[in-house]
C-alpha cells in the first residue's frame, strides 16, 4: 500500500516534470527559430550570429560540470527552477537591447542557464526513474517534451505573422516562468 | 512561508515584465523599412500608408510637431535607400491612387501620385489610348516614376518628364502648389528627376497617346554591328517606335552575340484580342531559367540559347503598345536571404557604344562579377531635368547583377561598381542614380554637374530637409 501511494507520486511527479520541461522547450521554441532575424534586426550579420551562438554553446559545455556537480550536492530542481526562471528574465531584456554586445552578453548567461538546465534535467530524470524500466520511462518523458518542441516551432512560425519579435519574447519568457512554477510539483529526493 | 516565496517571485516576475515593455515601449517606435534590393535596411520611425490628401497633411503636422523627417516611397524598386531615412516617417503612398479624370479629346489624364502604370494601362485601353512615356515595365508608380525621370523604350521619347504636363506638390511650408513649365516653373525640372526631395507629388497630368498596332522585328547581331545597324535601320526607319537590345552573359558569346528588338507602327486595326492587356505567362518556368543563370555559367549558356530561339519567334509578331509597356517582370523578384540582385544602369553617347561595351567586358571579368542580364535601349538627348542623365543621345545599359549580401562582397561590389561608373565617365557618359550609393562624390558631382545648384535649391524650398533620405544623407551634406 505505502509503496504503491510513493509509486504514485513518484509518477506524478515525473508528469509534472515532464509538463514543466515541455513548457520550457515550448517557451524557448517559440522564439529560438527567428533568432537569427532578431540578430540582423540589431544590424548583425552572419558571422555575429556565429559568434553569439557559438558563446552560448561555449559557456555552457564548461559550466555543464560545474552544475553537474554542484546539483549533486543542493538538489537538482533548485537549478532547474533557477534556469527557467533566469531565462524567463533574460527573455524580458532581449527586447530592450539596442546593440551586438548586449546580445552577447546575453547569449553568455543564456550558456549559464542552458548548462543548468541540460545537465540538471538529465540528471534529475536518472534520479526519477527506476533502474529496469528507465529506458520506458525517459521514453516516456521525451514524448511529450518533443512533442512540445515540435508544437513550439510550428506555433512560432504562426505568432511570427501576426506579432513582432518582442512579443515573442514576452510570450516565451511567460511560458518560461510558468514552467519554472510547475516544478513545484516535483517531489525530489533530499540529496545525499 | 513557502506559499509566500512563490507569492513573492510572482509578483517580482510581474514588475520585471512590466519593467520591460514599459522600457520596450518608449523607445523608439522601431519599424525596419527596406527596398528592393534589400541590402538598405533601414530603422525608421513608422510607415504611413497614405490614402487621402488629409493623410499626408496629418503625416506632414505630425513630423514637423516631433522634429522628424519624411521619405516617400512608392514601388520601393529603388535600391539605394531613396524612398528611406533613419527614423522618418516613411509614406507609403500606394494606397493614393486614384484616377481623378480622363481627358480623351486633350489625351490627358490626371492621378494621384501612387496609381501604378498598371492601373493606368486597365482605366486607359478600353478608350483605345496608351501612355505617352513610361518604363517598359509597369509596376511602378507615377510619383515614383516621376521622382527619377524614368525612361522607357521609346524612340522619339524621351525621359518621362517630357509627358509631365503640370503636377500638385504639397511643399515642406504645408503650401500645395500648381507646378507646370508655365506656373512654378523653376519647381519643375527639380522635382521630376528630384528624388523626392522637394515636396510630396499629389497627383500629376500626363500626356497620352493613341493605343496602335506594333509589329516585332527581331535581328540578332554581333556587337560590333550594332552601332551602325541601329543607326541607319532601327533610328532612320519613319516605321520604328521602340527597340530593346538583349547582350548575350553566357561565357561563349559574352557581351557579344546580341539581339534587336524594334516596334514597328503598322496601320492595321487594333482587334479587342490583341488590344486586352496581356498577364505575365510562364512565370514559373522563366523564373526557375533565371536561376539556373543566377547560379551557374552553364545556365547563362542555356537560357540564352532559349532566349534565342524564343525571340525569333517572336520575328514579326503583333502586340498593342499597352502591351509592349507592360512587359514581365515578376519573374526577376528574388528573396535569398543570402543574396540579391542589384540593378545598376549607364547611360552612354552613341558613338561610344564600342569602347564601354569592350570595357564592361573586361571589368566584369577581371572581377569576376556575376552579371545575369543586360538589355540596351535608345534615350535621346534631354536636358530638362535638373539631374538630367541624357546629355547626349545616348544607349541606356541596364545591368542586372548577383551578388552575396555579405560585406566583403558588397565591398567588393561597390568598388566594381565604381570601376564602372569611372568607365561611362571616360566615354562621356552618366550613371543612374535610383540604385545603390556606390558611387563617389566626385563621380556624382562629373555626371551630375548641376548637382550643387540642386543641393541648393533643395535647402531654399525645404529649409528644415524635412524631406529626406539617404541619397540626400550621402551626397547632399
Redesign the interface.
Known sequence: MRKQIHEGRERSALRWMMLSQSMMTFGGGIVFPFYLIFVKEIGGDFTEYGIAYGLFTLCSAYLNGVFGKSSDRYGRKRFLLLSAWGTALLFLVFPIVTDIWQIYALQILMGVFGAMQKTCEKALLADMTEEGRRGEQIGRYHIGVSICSGLAVMAGGVLIDLFTLDVMFYLGSIVLFLSGLMLSGVGEKTPT | MRRRV?GL??VS?AL??A???F??MK?PAGE?ASDVGRLM?IRVHKVVHIEQTDDIVDALAEAKRKKLPISVSGARHSQGGQTLYENAIVLDMKGYDRILHIDEDRKLIRVQSGATWEKIQKAIQPLGLAMRIMQSQNLFTVGGSMSVNAHGRDLGEGPLIDSVESFRLLLASGEKLQISRTENAELFPLVIGGYGLFGIILDADLRLTDDAVYKKHVVPLDYQAFPEYFREQVLRSPDSVMAIARMSVAPDSFLKDMFVTAYLKTDEALTEDLAELNDERFVGITKFAFGLSRKFDWGKGAVWRLQKKGYLVEEEERISRNNAMRPAASFMEYADT?KTDLLQEYFIPVDRFLPFVDGLRRIVREDELNLLNVTIRYVPKNKEAMLSYAGHDSYAFVLLFNTKR??PALQRMELSTRRLIDLALEQGGTYYLPYQLYGTTRQIKEAYPNIDAFYVAKRVWDPGLLFMNELYARYGR
Open positions: 512563490w517571485a510572482i516576475y520585471l515584465l519593467l520591460s515593455i522600457t520596450r523607445m525596419y535596411e543570402q555579405t560585406a
